[in-house]
């Protein structure tokens, strides 16, 4: 009984110790993009470079997308400090990205916002940790609806409808609450299925759970903005 309960309490502790690490190097990330993106809404010259050649915006979130792609791809095959940078990489480019934040919304209606953003990620992210209700079904239909965002932002590019930008953003909040559980969840099944590894496999881990929930609570923020940011 003792050996189990030793067992018990050592899978425990790597859970939470897998888990601190995830909202570590989160917040690290945040940090980095918060700061990217002040320094460059407030840098007439990088403002410039962003978005005086209309292709810019573009290369950025095409960059954004190919380190999501290799960080979740290449995880198990990069090396801890390789993951950490590629993360810093990352969070920079998209701190790059969010600083037309700054330049439409005021920044009262931003921390606002962000505090709404943070306190209903938090919940939900506690929420999903602790649940005993299998989420892998309902992330299933989360993740066809983000691809239907991403389509529907795409299109909305061209087309600057005002009411389709509403609804995306009426949809993506509800789906990025659910992801905010389901990805949670999937993090605290990684911790029991995959930290055993090498030395360096819950360092790992830890980046591509703090990426997860970075996307996440950043893209929740963003759609709640439509909402209850102020614009400039």
Known sequence: MSVERTSAEHGLARHNELLHAVYLWMMIGLLVSAVTA?????????????FGNPYMIWFLIAVELGLVIVIS???????????RMLFLL?????????????????????????????????VMSLYGYFTDTDLSSAGKFLFMGLIGIIIAIVVN??????MVDWVVSAIGIIVFVGLTAYDTQK???FGEERADGDAGQ???????GALSLY???????????QFTGNRR
């Open 38 to 50: 002040f320094f460059a809404a407030n840098s007439p010259v990088v403002q410039s470079a962003l």
């Open 73 to 83: 791809a290449a995880i198990d095959k990069i090396s801890v400090s390789a993951a």
């Open 90 to 122: 990352f969070s920079f480019v998209d701190g790059l990205t969010l600083s037309v934040v700054f330049l439409a919304y005021t920044e009262a209606s931003i921390a606002a916002t962000f505090f709404i953003a943070a306190l209903t990620f938090g």
């Open 157 to 162: 590019f061209f087309l600057k409808s005002p």
């Open 187 to 189: 993090i605290r099944q």
């Open 202 to 208: 819950p360092a790992r881990l830890a980046i591509l």
């Open 215 to 225: 996307l996440d609570l950043i893209n929740l923020f963003i759609m709640m903005l």
